[in-house]
């Protein structure tokens, strides 16, 4: 039976990428060698570096306007601690909107003070905050743009004179954005663009070198770009799983597509969780992501059956966090329409039954 893999991560991939890395980790490049034992100081790995690096800035649209691309280990949660290691002087500002958000917040306070401009707390992050202000003085402001947990999307980001560095984690690659209004983006690559393992920032270099603490040579971002995202061995093979991922969704035609795609397969679920009385979605309707729909049972005495239909339909990884409870549909780019499809009739044929 085929799986329906709504995972919040790791996350489902194309099949393409996994017939291509499979054969990869027999015979790489003809080398007679395994992806998996080659130097990563070869010139074999160095151009999957580099193609990955290039892949990264071309498809956020941000080649020759002063960003680099990187690929780090340690996940966005070490991000957390290296943005403000790197860029916090005396003040940051940051937006509060789920469990990532605070846990950035709780390591810059490391490095000195922040300005929590807004937060969703007070409605267990269940929406957006839209109105608030940045104060000027701030070395940078720092949001979330999807929270996987609790299903919210900011649909809009401030405009603000101050450096903007956004968490992207759960919702790269998935919609177009201007993405040159940010100045450093990170993501976990294991949502939409390869396995757990590594990480992607893009930094514009010229906000770097403004801090005057020394910063260990593995935290430095300066070092990493200097050393074009060698400076240690990397994690090999989620970087060449992530260049496969980058080149399948260049072919399909960039971001651009797969936004056409995603839109219609979170408007699908949507809909049917506002129009089937069984089911309730937890956020704010103008703050719903189309990488994470989070909803639960009107009735919960239904739980047990919906539970047993949809694993049934082969459907794997709808569980809500553990801290929200409910269902969690992550639908990532390389998840088909047939597969909201297949849960979307599991919805309805409840609603039918019961």
Known sequence: MKKHNYSAGPCILPQEVFKEASQATLDFNNSGLSILEISHRSKDFVDVMEEARSLSLELLGLEGKGYKALFLQGGASLQFLMVAYNLLEK??????????????????????????VASSEDKKFSYIPKKYDIPADADYFHCTSNNTIYGTQMKKFPATRIPLICDMSSDIFSRQLDFSKFDLIYAGAQ???????????????????????????????????????????????????????????????????????????????????????????????EDRSIMNATFTLSK???????????????????????????????????????????????????????
Do not use: C
């Open 91 to 116: 003040k940051a500002a940051y937006l509060n909107t789920g469990t990532w958000a605070a846990n950035a917040i709780k390591e810059a306070k490391l490095f000195g003070e922040v300005d929590v």
């Open 191 to 285: 949502k939409n663009m390869g396995p757990a393992g590594t990480t992607l920032v893009v930094i514009k270099e010229d906000i770097l070198g403004e801090v005057s603490r020394k910063i260990p040579s593995m935290l430095n971002y300066k070092l990493h770009l200097d050393k074009d995202s060698m400076y240690n061995t990397p994690s090999v093979y989620a970087v060449y799983v992530s260049m496969l991922t980058l080149r399948w969704l260049k072919d399909l035609g960039g971001i651009s597509a797969i936004e056409e795609q995603n839109k219609k397969k979170a408007a699908l679920l949507y809909s049917e969780i506002d129009i089937n009385p069984l089911f309730k979605g937890y956020t704010a309707v």
């Open 300 to 354: 919960e005495s239904l739980k047990e059956r919906f539970d047993s239909m949809w694993k049934e339909a082969g459907i794997n990884g709808l569980n809500g966090h553990r801290s929200v409870g409910g269902y969690r549909a992550s639908m990532y780019n390389a998840l088909p329409l047939e597969s909201v499809q297949i849960l979307v009739d599991v919805m309805s044929d409840l609603e039918r039954k019961a």
